[in-house]
């Protein structure tokens, strides 16, 4: 999810993902579509932050369930989410990723472009 100049992601403490963080923070994020000739594949270069700020973490919660119409619901807990689905051990995970480089590829018309954030 993109709010303020950064993009979000949660992952459960024993995933890959998490394993993955623990060793290097540097992380590429894409996001796109499936299709070869339409819509815009995005890639996001950067370090990924660990959010535990409980005031972060609830508007976080908030922007989730409205951006999928409430089929994402979190609850706060002290370092993360608390999802009523989820068989994690642990808090999920949230990270935040201000981008250092942005990748976009338009499809139908073909067209790229770079950007560094200052």
């Known amino acids: 999810m993109w ?3 950064a993009v979000y ?3 459960g403490p024993g995933e890959q993902k998490a394993v993955n ?3 290097t923070p540097h992380v590429v994020i894409t996001t796109g579509c499936n299709s070869r000739d339409q819509g815009l594949d995005v890639i996001v270069e950067g ?3 660990r959010v535990t700020d409980r005031t972060m973490l609830e508007r976080l919660a908030a922007v989730w369930a ?3 119409d409430g089929q994402w619901r979190f609850g706060v807990v002290d370092g993360g989410f608390a999802h009523p689905d989820a068989d ?3 808090p999920v995970l949230v990270f935040a ?3 250092a480089k942005v990748l976009a590829f338009g499809k139908g018309p073909f067209s790229q472009t770079r950007d ?3």
Request: aromatic share 8%.
């Open 47 to 49: 370090e990924a932050k």
């Open 97 to 99: 990723v201000k981008p």
């Open 9 to 11: 992601f949660t992952t």
């Open 116 to 118: 560094r954030p200052s």
């Open 66 to 68: 409205t951006k999928w």
């Open 21 to 23: 963080l623990a060793g």
């Open 3 to 5: 709010l303020d100049d």
């Open 88 to 90: 994690v051990d642990g």
